[in-house]
Structures are given as structure tokens and as C-alpha cells.
């Protein structure tokens, strides 16, 4: 589901609604602050893009965006 491009972790994720969408972007949040790891990311309806690279390591790909990008691939299975 992520895609690496330009030193990040890339994915649009699609749900039945923005509720959907927007519960989700809540779940993540939270393991993000747990995770002390942030994305970049946007929601237009049902649709979330969200970019991973660690700011602090030099805008590049880290263990810290793998086990990030997991965590958020493991929630998405429930939206599916």
C-alpha cells in the first residue's frame, strides 16, 4: 500500500465516507503521538494521501516511517 518515492512513504488510502476517512485519520493520530512520529497527510471525503519521512534524519525514509507505515497499514484492514 505504501509506495517508496522521493526519499517518502506515499499512499492514498479510499473509504466508504469521509466519516470513515476521518475515523481512521483519529485512529492514526493517536499511535502517531504514541509512535512520536508524525505523517503529512490530507483528507478530501473519502480519500486520505499521507506521507512518511523522518524530518530529523534528513527528510529520508527511517525505521521510525516502516514501522510507522505498518501501524497505519494494519488500521486500514479494518476500514476494508
Known amino acids: 500500500m ?4 522521493n526519499n517518502r512513504l506515499n499512499a492514498s ?17 493517536f499511535w502517531a ?5 508524525h505523517p503529512n497527510w490530507s483528507n478530501v471525503y473519502n480519500t486520505v494521501l499521507i506521507q512518511l519521512t523522518t524530518h530529523d534524519a534528513g527528510n529520508t525514509v527511517t525505521e521510525k ?5 505498518g501501524k497505519i497499514e494494519e488500521l486500514y484492514k479494518k476500514y476494508t
Open 2 to 5: 505504501f509506495k517508496e518515492e
Open 13 to 29: 488510502l479510499k473509504f466508504k465516507d469521509f466519516v470513515a476517512a476521518f475515523a481512521f485519520m483519529t485512529e492514526v493520530a
Open 33 to 37: 503521538e504514541k509512535m512520536n512520529h
Open 65 to 69: 516511517d516502516l514501522k510507522l507505515a
